[in-house]
């Protein structure tokens, strides 16, 4: 079997003087100008004192290095560990503490001492110098060797380490280059970030295992993915970045004349954003299915009818099952839990067996925690999510993280926390509040939040209430708060 490592390498071999990474107003750099800066960080953090399978926690922006160090992290064999840039000091140390790193990454002043080495990231392979006396090449590894660790929350509020080895990637990028029948004349523009799988893993694999120059842009802005589109022919976004464009007069079939390809995924999409998108392009929308834990799940065919509503079918080598609530597969039609297994599913949760084997049948197969139906032709239909998990712009928002903050805060007896819809953003975070007494000052909660919770995960509106509503077990009812305030 191929570690991630060989494929990467051998699918950019022929391409090494071809440009890769061609960032906004500036020179692009080749295949063979990457793998060298993702060399000498390499030797960097392996001064520093990394070893093959040592973590790495990287918190810096999205740039032409921070491609490169992620590079690296695949060269040498160390776990390439992600935190979200906007995250909170108080994020960054937990992700430290558990993952317990060799090294970290930052590009920015902490407000905390780093009880271990620290390479200090300041946009250019340059501030390396001193570091490049020792550059890897390629350090051998197992495909069941991990290759990174991207950590994601759940119920109980509490971030999990979901990890996933180098066999895992290379038979997901296989599946989508496929699936998606990548060719050798492919530009993709990339305005994801590079700390989530879809931009990652999804775009960057497909791109280098087709040799493909990449638009590199630091975040998704419409003027910039429109300006783009003439010398690209693929553009992987979240529904989010799809109504921001259509918001832009500028997006016509003219516009699109070059592209092939529009991808969406992180959150459904509406048929009306289908529909109008089609009518100002004449292009479909490829809807996808996945989540950390598995990578890309299914999609709907790129040649062949693409049906809103839907996310397609299971990619090669994916088995996709729809159970009933003791785990029994339930006939084609009939909504259930959703549960996969591949060479794509992760290898568990870090430090977590409990979570693990909670989300694992005896058999193997992974609970995603989503619920829906499979089509009679093999079509996947989401119907909703088993947890409270909020999707707002493509982020993963977890209620139970901010609830467990603001049920600290003086003057609140409890909260529920609950995404409501968003024509912008798909959902948007809404905290429902009972309070203790005299209800403390929403400035006050705000910057009680602030100090602990990355922006995107505030919520956009406060509702004070007498009470919440329970079943008769006493469980908070939010579909009847969602009902009630929608």
Not at 297 to 303: A, M, R, V
Not at 378 to 396: A, F, K, P, T, Y
């Amino acid at each position: 079997m191929t570690s991630l490592a060989e494929l990467l390498l051998e699918s950019t071999e022929n391409a090494a003087d071809e440009p890769f990474l061609v960032p906004p107003d500036a020179s692009a750099l080749t295949y063979a100008d990457v793998w060298e800066r993702a060399g000498a960080i390499a030797g960097a953090l392996h001064g520093r004192g990394a070893r093959p399978g040592d973590r790495v926690v990287i918190q810096v922006d999205k740039s032409v290095d921070n491609v490169a160090l992620y590079l690296a992290c695949v060269l040498s064999g160390l776990v390439f560990t992600p935190v979200n840039p906007v995250a909170t000091t108080a994020e960054l140390d937990y992700v430290i503490d558990d993952a317990d790193p060799a090294v970290v990454v930052t590009d920015r002043p902490t407000e905390t001492e780093i009880d271990r080495p620290v390479l200090t990231f300041d946009s250019g392979a340059a501030v390396l110098a001193d570091d490049t006396e020792r550059r890897f090449h390629r350090v051998d590894r197992d495909p069941t060797d991990l290759a990174a660790l991207l950590y994601t929350s759940g119920t109980t509020g509490t971030p999990k380490g979901a990890m996933l080895t180098n066999a895992n990637l290379v038979a997901n990028a296989r599946a989508l280059v496929d699936a998606w029948s990548w060719r050798d004349d492919d530009v993709l523009i990339h305005g994801l970030p590079l700390f989530h799988v879809h931009g990652l893993f999804v775009a960057l694999h497909c791109a280098m295992l087709g040799g493909s120059p990449v638009i590199l842009l630091p975040r998704f802005d419409a003027e910039a993915v429109l300006a783009a589109m003439p010398a690209a022919t693929v553009f992987m976004g979240v529904p989010t970045h799809y109504v921001r464009l259509l918001a832009d007069p500028g997006l016509d079939s003219r516009r699109c004349g070059s592209m092939r390809l529009f991808t969406s995924g992180s959150a459904p999409m509406t048929e009306t954003v289908h529909a109008a998108f089609t009518q100002r392009t004449g292009h479909r929308i490829v809807e996808r299915y996945g989540m950390t834990e598995t990578g890309i799940l299914t999609s709907n065919p790129y040649s062949g009818e693409c049906v809103p509503g839907t996310v397609g079918f299971a990619l090669n080598g994916v088995e996709l099952r729809i159970t009933d609530d003791d785990g029994a597969d339930v006939s084609a039609g009939t909504t259930g839990s959703v549960e996969v297994n591949g060479p794509n599913v992760f290898a568990g949760y870090w430090q977590r067996p409990d979570a693990t084997a909670e989300s694992t049948r005896q058999d193997g197969w992974f609970v995603t925690g989503d619920v829906g139906r499979l089509e009679p032709d093999g079509r996947l239909r989401l119907e909703g999510r088993s947890g409270d998990m909020v999707i707002s712009g493509g982020e993963n928002i977890y209620p139970r993280e901010i609830e467990l903050i603001l049920d600290q805060i003086e003057g609140i007896a409890e909260s529920a926390v609950i995404g409501l819809p968003d024509e912008d953003l798909g959902e948007r975070v809404v905290a429902v509040l009972v309070a203790d007494g005299e209800s403390p000052a929403e400035a006050a909660i705000r910057a009680t939040l602030g100090d602990r919770l990355a922006r995107f995960k505030h919520p956009r509106a406060l509702v004070w209430v007498d009470e919440l509503p329970r079943n008769t077990m006493g469980k908070v009812q939010k579909h009847r708060l969602r009902d009630q305030l929608s």
